[in-house]
């Protein structure tokens, strides 16, 4: 093992329900990670669903505020997986794969400049990181359904341009007839991507 991709769930799920995407971007070299988040999900309480941050009550405007509050958290939960990896201050050879809230937690991590990682994918979420951004050298591909009714695709489309405009280079795809969930051409982009990044280290 070279690389590790840390797969990052979304609010009211677990690590095991994201595991599944390491099959689909299995690559020699590459090992993968699934954490759970480390709050419990607020709504069901008790149960083995988790989240990164609260959403209730969660508008447009507090939802910066709920990112920057869990930064410690969720950056505790990273450097634990890379460390058990034996990769702690190799973020280089790290790449953040996020779905929905772990998507948003993701795109935060590089966009803030906490987390200067190697790739970064994240399907079906937001940018809700205050300016101003860092800019990523980092091959990023942000990937959403236009038939989204969690969160809209204009999401990603802004999200895009914010990290265009901020000096990094992300790809975009939108996929029709995809919701809430990542589409096969978005997990075909996102194995092109992760095989480009491992493969000149490896």
Known sequence: MTHLAILLH??????SSIA???????????AFAA??????????PGGPARQWFSVTGVTS?????RVTAARAPFDAVLSDTIAAHGLSGQPARVALIGFSQGAIMALDAVASGRWP????????????TQPPLTPSPAPILIAHGQQDTVIPATEA???HQRLTAAGAH????????VGHAPGPEGMARARHLLAAWVTPVA
């Open 10 to 15: 979304g609010v009211g799920a677990h690590g």
């Open 20 to 30: 599944w995407m390491a099959d689909h971007l299995a690559l020699p070299g590459l």
């Open 35 to 44: 954490p759970d988040a480390p709050f419990a999900f607020d709504q069901a």
């Open 61 to 65: 405007d507090n939802r910066a505020a």
């Open 117 to 128: 990682v190697g790739a970064l994918v994240a399907f079906s979420g937001r940018l809700a």
């Open 157 to 159: 489309q802004s999200a």
């Open 170 to 177: 992300p790809d975009l795809i939108l996929e029709d007839r």
